[in-house]
């Protein structure tokens, strides 16, 4: 899979931006703030439908624009693909595909599947949980596109259940909790149940097939450090089957997850009502990052989080490049971040791939093995060189 060209209209700082591509390195040179991260930034979109700088599209759109456009065309398996998407801040945002206009903007996922590493991503490590669930679930949507639809049940489900949380609960100042509130929490218990099943189970496969993909990631920008591994804490605690998202273990049943969960909301009944928010749940679940016997986050040095970030990133790609072929890989600006060691690695993996885009503020930071096609980036404009 690669980019053959890649235009934006009102996106970010581009008032207009055309830039055409070919597999292989590209790299994108120019001083900061000229807008090579709106780039790459544009491409994960159309890949994710999400940013990985900001939660919302306003920022998106050009100052005084009422929207941005991304197009992109995707080639895979020498089948092309033009996919086009229209940001408008404040109302839905329309795709299309060839030209044509699509039911809804996540009919476009799959199209293009890309792996991006930047600066940023060293909040996967240090962060709060928010962000390794985030992560999760960006690539469960790039591995089977599907999970974005029970994404967006579950957390409308969430809301929903929440809503009725606050109005039904019994707490300071009130005098008594709302019967219909609490007769329709059932209701809303077995819809929680069934999206957040198929949640948890396709997060626990995922951390089941990538775990071994992120050791051996580390291993090799880290190889004096202690073992890298990820693990999968549920918030249905010792009720969840012993096994599910480990790599020797069986494959998760959403069926016996939802029996599960309703019986855990259930119990938790009580105490959601007097806090009025849910406490079961995928949204209540963390992906733990250890190094040794410990976790990475608060005793990781700079540098081991620096790799295990890295490990991450780069796990991601060989999981996703094993089952469907090579996403494209994205590196925003990173090589300035990595020591010797660990540019190398990063860089053998790049110079490998169908084909990686790489922005950098001076040539120097681009190691060898990566000099294709260059771009230089300024004053509005990308001019090739």
Same mark, same amino acid.
């Not at 951390?207 to 993909?213: C, E, F, T, W």
């Given at each position: 899979?690669?980019?053959?060209?890649l235009? +934006?209209?009102?996106f970010?700082s581009?008032?207009?931006a055309?830039?055409?591509?070919?597999?292989?390195?590209t790299?994108?040179?120019?001083?900061?703030g000229?807008?090579?991260?709106?780039l790459?930034?544009?491409?994960?979109y159309?890949?994710?439908?999400?940013?990985h700088?900001?939660?919302?599209?306003a920022?998106?759109?050009?100052?005084?624009?009422?929207?941005a456009?991304?197009?992109?065309a995707? +080639?895979?398996?020498?089948? %092309?693909?033009?996919?086009e998407? %229209?940001?408008? /801040?404040? !109302?839905a945002?329309? @795709?299309?595909v060839?030209?044509? #206009?699509?039911?809804?903007?996540r009919?476009?996922?799959?199209?293009?599947?890309?792996?991006?590493?930047?600066?940023?991503d060293l909040?996967?490590?240090?962060?709060?949980?928010g %962000?390794?669930r985030?992560?999760?679930?960006?690539?469960?949507v790039? $591995?089977a596109?599907?999970?974005?639809?029970?994404?967006?049940d579950?957390? $409308?489900?969430?809301?929903?259940?929440?809503?009725?949380l606050?109005t039904?609960? !019994? $707490? !300071?100042?009130?005098t008594?909790?709302?019967?219909?509130?609490l007769?329709? &929490?059932?209701?809303?218990?077995?819809?929680? =149940?069934? #999206?957040?099943?198929?949640?948890? *189970?396709?997060?626990?496969d995922l951390? =089941?097939? &990538?775990?071994?993909?992120v050791?051996a990631?580390?291993?090799?920008?880290?190889?004096?450090?202690?073992?890298? !591994?990820?693990?999968?804490?549920?918030?249905?605690?010792? @009720?969840?089957?012993?096994?599910?998202?480990? /790599?020797?273990?069986?494959?998760?049943?959403?069926?016996?997850? *939802?029996a599960?969960l309703v019986?855990?909301l259930? *119990?938790?009944?009580q105490?959601?009502?007097?806090?009025?928010?849910?406490?079961?749940?995928?949204?209540?679940?963390?992906l733990?990052?250890?190094?040794?016997?410990?976790?990475?986050?608060?005793?990781?040095?700079?540098?081991e989080?620096?790799?295990?970030?890295?490990?991450?990133r780069?796990?991601?790609?060989e999981?996703?490049?094993?089952?469907?072929g090579e996403?494209?890989l994205?590196?925003?600006?990173?090589? @300035?971040?990595?020591?010797k060691?660990?540019?190398?690695?990063?860089?053998?993996? *790049?110079?490998?791939?169908?084909?990686?885009?790489?922005?950098?503020?001076?040539?120097?930071d681009?190691?060898?093995?990566?000099?294709?096609?260059r771009?230089? +980036?300024?004053?509005?404009e990308?001019?090739?060189?």
């Open positions: 899979m690669y980019l053959r060209h235009q +934006v209209t009102d970010r581009w008032e207009h055309d830039l055409p591509l070919t597999p292989g390195p790299v994108l040179v120019g001083p900061n000229r807008g090579k991260t709106n790459l930034e544009a491409i994960g159309l890949a994710t439908l999400s940013s700088r900001v939660a919302t599209d920022p998106l759109v050009r100052h005084g624009c009422e929207r456009l991304v197009r992109a995707v +080639v895979n398996d020498d089948r %092309e693909l033009t996919i998407l %229209e940001i408008t /801040p404040g !109302k945002n329309r @795709a299309r060839n030209r044509g #206009a699509v039911g809804k903007p009919d476009i996922l799959g199209i293009l599947r890309t792996v991006l590493f930047s600066p940023e909040t996967l490590v240090r962060g709060d949980p %962000e390794r985030r992560f999760l679930d960006e690539l469960l790039l $591995r596109p599907r999970y974005a639809g029970v994404r967006s579950y957390e $409308r489900v969430l809301r929903q259940r929440n809503a009725l606050k039904g609960g !019994k $707490r !300071k100042g009130q008594a909790q709302d019967p219909y509130a007769s329709t &929490l059932e209701v809303w218990d077995s819809h929680l =149940a069934a #999206a957040g099943s198929q949640l948890l *189970a396709a997060r626990l951390v =089941a097939d &990538l775990a071994p993909h050791a990631a580390y291993a090799g920008v880290a190889p004096d450090s202690w073992p890298a !591994k990820v693990a999968y804490r549920s918030s249905l605690g010792e @009720a969840l089957p012993a096994g599910y998202g480990t /790599p020797e273990g069986e494959r998760a049943d959403a069926d016996k997850l *939802a599960i019986d855990a259930a *119990a938790a009944r105490a959601e009502l007097e806090r009025g928010v849910s406490l079961v749940g995928p949204h209540r679940d963390e733990e990052l250890i190094l040794g016997e410990t976790p990475a986050k608060g005793y990781a040095s700079h540098g989080s620096w790799s295990f970030a890295l490990a991450l780069l796990g991601s790609y999981l996703l490049r094993s089952e469907a996403p494209v994205l590196l925003d600006d990173v090589f @300035a971040e990595l020591d060691r660990r540019r190398s690695r990063l860089a053998e993996v *790049a110079s490998a791939a169908e084909q990686v885009l790489v922005t950098a503020a001076v040539d120097e681009v190691p060898e093995e990566l000099s294709g096609t771009f230089a +980036v300024s004053n509005g990308v001019r090739h060189v």
